[in-house]
């Protein structure tokens, strides 16, 4: 079930990723034709491998055989993902259609359709499994059951991005400049992003329980039970909830929810039946562990890390994969363009560092984080035979091996093995929660020291030399690419000019009025070079009104125009000086505090000299 969540996330980065394609086809109004064809193409493979298997049913064991349905549903999850791509990024109907005044006011409306489109491809797989889980898993839930549990319990994965993008959505539209100002701010966007996250760890769980709609669990026997072990682990709780997922007929609970105002214990009916008193009781102080022990909120913390250093490493690491040329070189081979390839470097690098980190680092403190609240129970009962013997329950009804691996979860048997061992020397118990809390204090101090170098390069100190780094290697790109663009060369000679490689400036913006004798932008740089450089055995003053002149010919602009007073100064033309000044503050756009601060200049300067 975990994994429908992380085939969710990766849809939806999937998706933010392909706003950058422009598709590959030109497919035009057809592409919605490829689309559904490229969906009738999934159901085929999806009806084929599941009969195929039904089929040979009769060579496994009832073990190997749900084994076999639950792989090839995850592989067809996976193809799922393929598909879902092509259609994104080689079909692009996202391109053409959903382009309206709508969609650009509010995105998030054509994000839902395209998350839909996924949705689509995951029901279909389940649909296809259905047939022979029913055969030989039957458990007493109908197919519509079935898919709407499916689609339920997956659907909480999105509810964080769907509320802060709608959110974001209003915000864009709502009339007050100083909101949006603030909001285009560093701080602004990690404001915004850090109240969500709290008010979606207050109030998720009352929309959560709704989705998987969710009941109080009647007055009985049970109840009273868990809530005699609530009320003796000192557990407060707003309410404990039947949970009818997949018909009720897992053997499951869990809790949800920080603050215990909005706290729920969640019990499917099949728990209720399949445990005695004292599995319910161990079950229940296994879940309170989860709560003692904080863990819902280092998940949280954990996710906000995620979250964090995406943030601060989004846009370099967008402009490193733009600059990344031995990659592009490789797709040229294969007729593929940078236009189409640009986005799916974007798109691999975000799935698989998604990947990476819940496999690895979020499953890593899943894992012992379950087995901190396995441990939980030795701090009520004099031992764990209740809680072992409830795994071997959900082991014997699930039909699973009990070292079957979970990337999520030690096996059945890991757990049970610790458990007896935590028995016989119960030290153990003492020195998981203290490794439980070193890897925690390790993961804060690698997080804090990543998201820190993310943050120099993307928003501090190291800013201005990453961007110059980036530009350099984006001006040579642009050369090859279009190597008869003078204005190219101009840039060539800005780069130069601002690593203070002022030979090499002059020579640039020359060599493009080799080619280009006209080109106003070379003119006025090699000008304003000529009249200002800091090293002054680089300044020329005629050759500053020769080049300025020549500029000025083709037309009068206000930074032309400062160029120019700036020669006529330099030539000591303080009166002229001053009237151009004059001109180029009267014409200018933008930037008028810095042409009065010239005109200024030039006006103190001629009072002195009279």
Request: aromatic fraction near 16%; proline fraction near 4%.
């Amino acid at each position: 079930m975990f994994s429908n969540f992380l085939y969710l996330l990766m849809a939806l980065i999937i998706y933010a990723a392909s706003e950058l394609s422009q598709g590959d086809l030109n497919s035009g109004g057809l592409s919605v034709l490829y689309s559904m064809a490229a969906g009738i193409v999934f159901f085929g493979i999806c009806q084929m491998v599941f009969r195929r298997l039904e089929k040979n049913s009769a060579r496994y064991s009832i073990e190997k055989l749900d084994s076999l349905v639950n792989y090839y549903i995850s592989r067809l999850s996976v193809l799922a993902l393929v598909f879902y791509s092509v259609i994104l990024y080689v079909f692009s109907p996202q391109q053409i259609f959903f382009k309206g005044m709508f969609f650009e006011m509010f995105p998030t409306a054509r994000a839902i359709i395209f998350i839909g489109v996924f949705f689509c491809f995951l029901v279909i797989n389940w649909s296809a499994a259905f047939r022979i889980q029913k055969r030989f898993f039957s458990q007493g839930f109908t197919k519509k059951e079935y898919l709407l549990s499916n689609i339920s319990f997956a659907l909480p994965a999105l509810l964080p991005w769907f509320v802060i993008s709608v959110i974001a959505d209003l915000l864009e539209i709502v009339p007050w400049p100083p909101l949006k100002r603030i909001m285009q701010t560093p701080a602004g966007e990690i404001g915004f992003i850090a109240v969500f996250f709290i008010a979606i760890t207050i109030f998720g769980p009352v929309l959560i329980k709704k989705l998987w709609r969710c009941r109080p669990l009647e007055q009985s026997f049970a109840r009273q039970r868990i809530e005699h072990v609530c009320a003796k682990a000192g557990l407060e709780y707003a309410d404990i909830l039947r949970w009818e997922i997949f018909g009720g007929s897992m053997i499951t609970a869990g809790v949800m929810g920080l603050v215990p105002r909005f706290r729920y214990i969640l019990v499917t009916p099949a728990l209720l039946n399949a445990l005695t008193d004292d599995e319910l009781d161990a079950v229940m102080l296994h879940e309170i562990g989860h709560v003692q022990k904080y863990h819902m909120a280092f998940y949280l913390l954990f996710f906000a890390g995620f979250i964090a250093c995406n943030f601060v490493f989004f846009e370099p690491v967008m402009q490193l994969l733009y600059i990344a040329r031995p990659v592009y070189r490789v797709f040229e081979f294969a007729g593929i363009g940078r236009d189409v390839v640009y986005p799916l470097l974007i798109m691999g690098v975000m799935v698989i560092s998604f990947i990476l980190y819940f496999r690895f680092v979020f499953g890593f403190f899943m894992r012992n984080f379950e087995r901190q609240a396995d441990l939980h129970v030795y701090q009520f009962l004099p031992d764990a035979s209740s809680l072992i013997s409830t795994f071997y329950k959900i082991a014997s009804f699930s039909r699973q091996s009990i070292d079957k691996p979970s990337w999520h979860h030690f096996s059945i048997g890991q757990r049970v093995r610790f458990l007896e061992k935590c028995q016989h020397i119960p030290d153990l118990i003492k020195r998981h929660h203290s490794r439980v809390n070193q890897m925690i204090a390790g993961y804060l101090v690698i997080i804090l020291g990543v998201f820190s170098f993310g943050y120099f390069i993307s928003f501090g100190g190291g800013k201005p030399a990453f961007e110059t780094f980036i530009a350099e290697k984006i001006l040579f790109l642009k050369m090859e690419i279009e190597p008869g663009n003078s204005d190219l060369y101009v840039l060539v000679g800005d780069y130069y000019y601002s690593k203070n490689e002022y030979s090499k400036a002059i020579d640039s913006y020359e060599n493009v009025l080799l080619v280009d004798p006209v080109n106003v932008h070379a003119l006025n740089n090699l000008a304003w070079l000529f009249a200002t450089c800091p090293d002054k055995t680089f300044r020329d003053s005629q050759k500053a009104l020769e080049y300025i002149q020549k500029a000025l010919v083709q037309k009068r602009e206000a930074f032309m125009l400062d160029t120019y007073a700036e020669a006529l100064f330099m030539n000591n033309d303080i009166e002229n000086a001053v009237r151009i000044a004059k001109e180029a503050l009267s014409v200018s756009t933008e930037k008028k505090e810095y042409y009065q601060s010239q005109l200024t200049r030039f006006e103190e300067k001629l009072f002195r000299r009279k």
